[in-house]
């Protein structure tokens, strides 16, 4: 039997899994392994018992109840707010907040006043439900901006289904391939293209929890999903590198991969990785092909649907010549729909004939390839692949008693791409750094706190007032 779209989780359509379309292994994570049945089956009892929700937050440890709370609300149409499980207080509270999650589905954490729906490992169903409406939203995925608390990116069914075609399409990703990833499931990279992916594709994937080198080098896939600091890693271990050198494909992403680890890879593995870029806002715009020119510190051409331009800071074009260097702007059938509760936000991002700013910086060459040159904004840093809005942990680091004025930037880190450092004044009597990346842990996720703090007496200003952070170094 064949099937496929517009089921958004094409592989586990219910008809055709009963026509014996069913694979023993088609989620591994968590030391357990899921077939397509027991998937749909449990998946489908949790679409029973939260079908009247609007939306829930999930709290995204990779674990099998995570999945199937997640496939559980794509079955039923219920919107998913992913929650990183280590959030903080003040970041636990405003998703919740902004996001009107109705419930948790699956683990909670306690104190948050709402109310939990469990999610059965055992329990099936085999009711079947229509396919929910492709514009209905899917997801919000919570991202840093410069400054305040996190948005929430709203993604649409239809969204995620044209940008996971575009990259099966890029990649020649099928059924054949095994994934392997350990990425965090609350972000596009791990959840979206790491989970759904597959499910749509009819790839088995194995989560591996964390991505170590260790992990992938025993896990056996074919295809590979990494942040730079992943391959970083991998080069670090060459006989485990060389491991990967039987897989089909290496695909990094999330983040600038470094040309050096470009090379390294290609030599311990006998091939080069696959670069490609997005954002939360944007799934994957940008990639090379698998049957394409691999190019050391480029991120490929357009996938299908998406166009590319460069324009300057008067909003005029820029060449696309391969040197001149412009702000990137996409339009694609894969965008989000703006933030939640957020309209000044969402329109700022977009220009008035309707194409979205990234807030990258980039060349294009006459070919159609792109090269990521960086960001327009010194406050939003990338560390280890996530995404720290600067302003957050500022505002966190403010909040402590100590602290009289701080400059939160990120400075380059041969591990993570760029590590997160506080400078700070302090006040009379002073504060143990410890301590104050301890209290930014209370507040926001782990991985925004500052690796560093480094105490100075004042900070450097402008005649205006204002911080000079390119000062800062
Ligand atoms: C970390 N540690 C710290 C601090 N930071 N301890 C004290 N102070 C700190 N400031 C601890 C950690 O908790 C950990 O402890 C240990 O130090 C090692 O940390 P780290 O070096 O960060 O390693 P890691 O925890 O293994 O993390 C590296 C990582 C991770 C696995 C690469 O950064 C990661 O999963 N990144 C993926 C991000 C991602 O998926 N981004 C996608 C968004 P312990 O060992 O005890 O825990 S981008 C996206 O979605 C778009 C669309 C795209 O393009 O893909
Ligand atoms: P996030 O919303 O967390 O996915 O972060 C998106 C940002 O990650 C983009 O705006 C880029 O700055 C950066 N990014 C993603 N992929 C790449 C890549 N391949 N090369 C350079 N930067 C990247």
């Not at 391939?177 to 499931?185: E, Y």
């Not at 040197?323 to 329109?347: C, H, K, W």
């Not at 990258?360 to 792109?370: E, K, L």
Request: aromatic share 6%.
């Amino acid at each position: 039997m064949s099937y496929g779209p517009p089921l958004l989780l094409a592989s586990l359509n219910p008809a055709a899994i009963a026509a014996g379309a069913d694979i023993p292994d088609a989620v591994t994570i968590d030391d357990a392994t899921l077939s397509r049945s027991d998937l749909l089956g449990a998946a489908t009892s949790v679409a029973e018992r939260i079908a009247r929700a609007d939306r829930v937050a999930v709290l995204a440890e990779p674990t099998v109840r995570t999945v199937l709370a997640v496939v559980g609300c794509l079955i039923a149409g219920v919107t998913v707010v992913p929650v990183p499980p280590d959030s903080g207080a003040a970041e636990l509270e405003h998703i919740l907040r902004d996001s009107g999650a109705q419930a948790w589905l699956g683990a909670a954490p306690d104190g948050t006043g709402l109310p939990v729906v469990p999610v059965r490992l055992h329990a099936r169903s085999w009711h079947t439900y229509p396919e929910p409406d492709p514009a209905s939203t899917a997801f919000i995925l919570y991202t840093s901006g410069t400054t305040g608390a996190p948005k929430g990116v709203m993604l649409s069914r239809a969204a995620i289904a044209a940008g996971l075609d575009a990259l099966a399409e890029a990649w020649d990703w099928t059924w054949k391939d095994t994934l392997v990833h350990g990425l965090p499931l609350f972000h596009v990279h791990g959840l979206i293209l790491g989970l759904l992916g597959p499910l749509r594709v009819g790839s088995p994937v194995i989560h591996t929890g964390k991505p170590t080198p260790e992990a992938y080098a025993a896990a056996g896939g074919t295809l590979y999903f990494g942040v730079p600091t992943v391959w970083s890693r991998v080069v670090e271990k060459p006989e485990l590198a060389r491991e990967l050198g039987k897989a089909r494909l290496l695909v990094s992403g999330s983040a600038p991969l470094p040309v050096p680890v470009f090379e390294r890879l290609t030599e311990l593995t006998g091939q080069a990785p696959v670069e490609r870029y997005g954002m939360s806002e944007t799934m994957i715009t940008l990639s090379t092909r698998a049957d394409g020119e691999r190019r050391p510190g480029w991120v490929g051409t357009p996938v299908r649907g998406v166009r590319t331009r460069l324009r300057d800071e008067a909003g005029e074009p820029v060449p696309h010549d391969g040197e001149s260097i412009g702000g990137l702007q996409v339009r694609g059938p894969m965008l989000f729909d703006g933030y939640l509760n957020r309209p000044d936000a969402t329109a700022a991002d977009w220009t008035d004939d309707g194409w979205f700013r990234t807030g990258d910086v980039a060349v294009i060459d006459a070919d159609g390839r792109h090269r990521i040159v960086g960001r327009e904004s010194i406050d939003l840093i990338k560390s280890g692949g996530y995404r720290i809005g600067a302003g957050e942990i500022e505002t966190a680091l403010l909040g402590h008693p100590a602290v009289a004025e701080v400059a939160v930037v990120g400075l380059p880190d041969d591990d993570l791409g760029q590590r997160i450092v506080a400078f700070v004044v302090a006040r009379d009597g002073g504060v143990d750094a410890a301590e104050l990346i301890a209290h930014v842990g209370e507040q926001v996720s782990a991985h925004k706190r500052p690796r560093e703090i480094r105490f100075v007496d004042a900070l450097p200003r402008n005649a205006m007032g204002k911080v000079q952070k390119k000062l800062l170094s």
